[in-house]
């Protein structure tokens, strides 16, 4: 059974206080992993996607980067409007065509002013 | 905007009665998904669909049926609601043409509260 495990629950930050978020997984053949932004109210929005150990994608204040067990998204100063939820996904080989997500729980993340 | 609606955004029911979550896609994708949240569970997948009167089970379907009978509708349904399923349902789609195959699009969400 894929599973998919995010830490810390939560995290309080001030603006400019760089840090990161750790995503641990366990699936039978990784096809992607996967990080997902998610603001209060709303859907969860596509950020990254990550095939290999070793990859690294980039996006303004975030970057996320993957090994063999576990994902982590660093988040470089800060501001505010990077405060939301960061859910983290993995798709195994196994999934077929419907290539199915497993989703961790979330990290919510506070940044305060 | 991958053009998803869900209906309705929100409702509250008593336990026992049906309950129809309505998913509608503006751009034709083959695959739809539907998705519970729930605090502590994160999202999990209840059915998804590959195309018209194609649908298969997720990992927590029992007490769900779906429906597709257009491209565009993807229905869920509750034929009894319980209190265990109140919670927050997203409808998602991927992109057929995308070769990033975990990209999904997600609607707003439906929360529905089953007293």
């Known amino acids: 059974e894929d599973q998919v495990t995010q830490s810390p629950e939560a995290l309080r930050l001030q603006e400019g206080e760089s840090s990161s978020l750790n995503c641990s997984y366990t699936?039978?053949?990784?096809?992607?992993l996967f990080w997902y932004r998610q603001d209060p109210g709303k859907g969860p929005e596509f950020l990254f996607t990550?095939?290999?150990a070793g990859e690294e994608k980039e996006k303004e204040r975030l970057k996320a980067t993957l090994t063999k067990k576990e994902s982590f998204l660093h988040i470089t100063a800060p501001k505010p409007e990077d405060s939301a939820t960061y859910l983290c996904?993995?798709?195994?080989?196994?999934?077929?065509?419907?290539?199915?997500?497993?989703f961790g729980s979330g990290t919510q993340l506070t940044v305060l002013p | 905007d991958a053009g998803i609606t869900q209906s309705p955004r929100h409702k509250v029911t008593e336990t026992g009665t049906p309950v129809t979550l309505r998913c509608h896609q503006t751009?034709?994708?083959?695959?739809m998904y539907w998705y519970r949240q729930d605090p502590g569970h994160g999202l999990r997948l209840i059915h998804y669909?590959?195309?018209?009167?194609?649908?298969d089970k997720g990992e927590v379907s029992d007490g769900y049926s779906v429906s597709r009978s257009k491209t565009e509708d993807f229905l869920l349904t509750l034929e009894s609601a319980t209190s265990s399923q109140t919670s927050v349902y997203f409808c998602?789609?991927?992109?057929?043409?995308?070769?990033?195959?975990?990209?999904?699009?997600f609607g707003e969400g439906s929360r529905l509260t089953v007293l």
């Open positions: 998602a789609i991927r992109p057929g043409t995308s070769g990033n195959t975990g990209e999904l699009f």
């Open positions: 699936v039978s053949g990784l096809r992607g």
């Open positions: 990550l095939y290999s």
């Open positions: 996904a993995v798709q195994a080989i196994s999934s077929g065509s419907a290539r199915q997500l497993t």
């Open positions: 751009e034709n994708h083959r695959y």
């Open positions: 669909s590959y195309g018209v009167k194609d649908t």
